[in-house]
């Protein structure tokens, strides 16, 4: 926020920038309850760093990780396809 409010012409004629984060301090598993809440379809979401070719998430890095361990987490079953 204060680096985009000090490098761009914006931030400079006073017209500042500011972001909101309302996730950040929620948990994977938290973050997965609450899109299940608001009817998010979480088969057409992404995480992975790597995935197959065939766009098949690896299952493997640490998002895919983290993203498996939050739906454990949430006592939700992942519902993309892994390679």
């Known amino acids: 926020e204060n680096?985009?409010?000090l490098g761009t012409k914006?931030?400079?004629?006073d017209r500042r920038?500011?972001?909101?984060?309302?996730?950040i301090k929620l948990s994977k598993a938290e973050i997965i309850r609450k899109?299940?809440?608001?009817?998010?379809?979480?088969?057409?979401?992404?995480?992975c760093y790597d995935p197959s070719?065939?766009?098949l998430a690896c299952g493997e890095c640490d998002?895919?990780?983290?993203?498996?361990?939050?739906?454990r987490e949430a006592g939700l079953k992942d519902p993309i396809r892994y390679a």
């Open 17 to 23: 920038f500011h972001i909101h984060t309302p996730l």
């Open 35 to 47: 899109a299940v809440e608001v009817d998010v379809d979480l088969s057409l979401t992404h995480s």
């Open 53 to 55: 070719p065939e766009g």
């Open 3 to 5: 680096l985009a409010n």
């Open 63 to 71: 998002a895919c990780l983290l993203r498996l361990k939050g739906f």
């Open 10 to 13: 914006a931030g400079v004629e």
